[in-house]
């Protein structure tokens, strides 16, 4: 079965350039989530997509923006990098008209700021 | 706030050994799902059992089951059998309806022992 795809698995960049990472929902799901888990930590939730259009904001810097495009696929930008941006960045999908509101993860974008 | 609990930072178990790890949450919602995810060394979020907070049964997959007290708000986790794979990082996590972003846990390290 299909699994969402995250690309890049990883980055490294230097501090204050900017970053973009691409997310590819699982086939038919409309919905796309991001989350940020730092080292040690557990995932937080940044924010989410619904049909193209935000549908939840969370701990998002503003230096960060994100969009869903007419084919599903997300892109998460994050620009003026910080050391503390240094984390695994996770995608996850859903079918918002399914039954279980069940989110599959993405193998994980981490991103190394230097 | 919205909160999930794991209590136990850290758990080990005996292979072949049975283990519980638990979780508690706090919702004003009466409709909601329940989480556990798996994430072993790799980092990927594995999803290992869900429960659905209308359904008074609890859920079971093979080796997995939960308890799940709704009153109580309590959720925690069963694996029978321990096997060396089981070894991993476990998030509990609580979702929702429509595209409601997952509150997850901080987390429980299980080690098995051989």
């Known amino acids: 079965a299909a699994g969402v795809i995250q690309s890049p698995r990883h980055l490294i960049k230097e501090k204050r350039e900017t970053a973009t990472l691409k997310c590819y929902p699982i086939p038919r799901h409309d919905t796309v989530y991001w989350y940020q888990q730092g080292p040690g930590q557990d995932p937080q939730f940044l924010i989410s997509?619904?049909?193209?259009?935000?549908?939840d904001k969370g701990s998002i810097p503003d230096r960060f923006s994100a969009q869903q495009f007419s084919d599903y696929h997300s892109e998460l930008n994050m620009s003026s990098l910080e050391l503390g941006d240094s984390a695994l960045y996770f995608c996850?999908?859903?079918?918002?008209?399914?039954?279980?509101?069940?989110?599959?993860f993405g193998p994980g974008t981490r991103l190394t700021v230097l | 706030a919205q909160t999930v609990t794991q209590s136990q930072p850290e758990m080990s178990v005996q292979e072949a050994e049975t283990v519980t790890l638990s979780c508690t949450y706090d919702t004003s919602e009466s409709d909601y799902y329940l989480f556990w995810y798996k994430q072993p060394p790799s980092r990927q979020m594995i999803l290992v059992i869900r429960?659905?907070?209308?359904?008074?049964q609890n859920a079971t997959e093979n080796r997995f089951s939960v308890n799940f007290q709704k009153a109580a708000k309590s959720f925690s986790l069963k694996i029978s059998d321990s096997q060396l794979g089981d070894a991993a990082m476990y998030f509990c996590?609580?979702?929702?309806?429509?595209?409601?972003?997952?509150?997850f846990g901080t987390g429980t390290r299980l080690k098995v022992l051989a």
């Open positions: 429960q659905e907070a209308y359904k008074q």
């Open positions: 996850a999908s859903s079918s918002a008209s399914g039954s279980t509101d069940t989110q599959y």
């Open positions: 996590a609580r979702g929702g309806t429509g595209t409601y972003k997952y509150i």
């Open positions: 997509f619904y049909e193209k259009m935000q549908s």
